[in-house]
Antibody, heavy 120, light 110 residues
Framework: QVQLQESGPGLVKPSQTLSLTCTVS??????????WSWIRQPPGKGLEWIGF???????YYNPSLKSRVIISVDTSKNQFSLKLSSVTAADTAVFYC????????????WGQGTTVTVSS | QSALTQPASVSGSPGQSITISCTGT?????????VSWYQHHPGKAPKLMIY???NRPSGVSNRFSGSKSGNTASLTISGLQAEDEADYYC??????????FGTGTKVTVL
């Protein structure tokens, strides 16, 4: 069965770029039936879409983050990644990667999540 | 994009049924049947409970059911159990960005 695992620094300084990677195991990231997503949850708040990347190259980003976000896929490593630039304390959150099912636009597999704190 | 509207909290006694609403617009919830529901225990990965308004993934208890009327989707938990205490989020397809979450509902088992 497919499993996802986030990895990356737990602490990022303000104004720097947050970089996270999600490793996909038990399945191929090149499957055309799925898309690859990042979601976050700030402390005490709800879930928030960050964006998606389809293997075909299409990407969709939350309008509120669009100018700062890049989600890319590395097929050679079966991984996808998130880069969020110019971070502030407001970007402190638990970040989840997830697999989306293109047939019905929902997330059927999630990673355990990784906490990223933005602080100097 | 605005988050879908859910009640902040819903509670019930063991064995009872509760319903969580998820209200959007004709551009999201009301425009198609791509509504999903997720259960989230703090510190754990969210879990898909319902997709396409009313379909349950394999392994999800049949105590969980989904429905939709107009711009409002609903998740019903029947025979409430202690393990159902969690946060629940709806999500909907939206053509501009592909997805929007609900505000989240904390379910408390009394």
């Amino acid at each position: 069965q497919v499993q996802l695992q986030e990895s990356g620094p737990g602490l990022v300084k303000p104004s720097q770029t947050l970089s996270l990677t999600c490793t996909v195991s038990g399945g191929s990231i090149t499957s055309g039936d799925y898309y690859w997503s990042w979601i976050r949850q700030p402390p005490g708040k709800g879930l928030e879409w960050i964006g998606f990347n389809f293997y075909s190259g299409r990407t969709y980003y939350n309008p509120s983050l669009k100018s700062r976000v890049i989600i890319s896929v590395d097929t050679s490593k079966n991984q996808f990644s998130l880069k969020l630039s110019s971070v502030t304390a407001a970007d402190t959150a638990v970040f989840y990667c997830a697999r989306g099912v293109e047939k019905w636009y929902g997330m059927d597999v999630w990673g355990q999540g990784t906490t990223v704190t933005v602080s100097s | 994009q605005s988050a879908l509207t859910q009640p902040a909290s819903v509670s019930g006694s063991p064995g009872q049924s509760i319903t969580i609403s998820c209200t959007g617009t004709s551009s999201d919830v009301g425009g198609h049947n791509y509504v999903s529901w997720y259960q989230h225990h703090p510190g754990k990965a969210p879990k898909l409970m319902i997709y396409e308004v009313s379909n349950r993934p394999s392994g999800v208890s049949n105590r969980f059911s989904g429905s939709k009327s107009g711009n409002t989707a609903s998740l019903t938990i029947s025979g409430l159990q202690a393990e159902d205490e969690a946060d629940y989020y709806c999500s909907s397809y939206i053509v501009t960005t592909l997805g929007v979450f609900g505000t989240g509902t904390k379910v408390t088992v009394l």
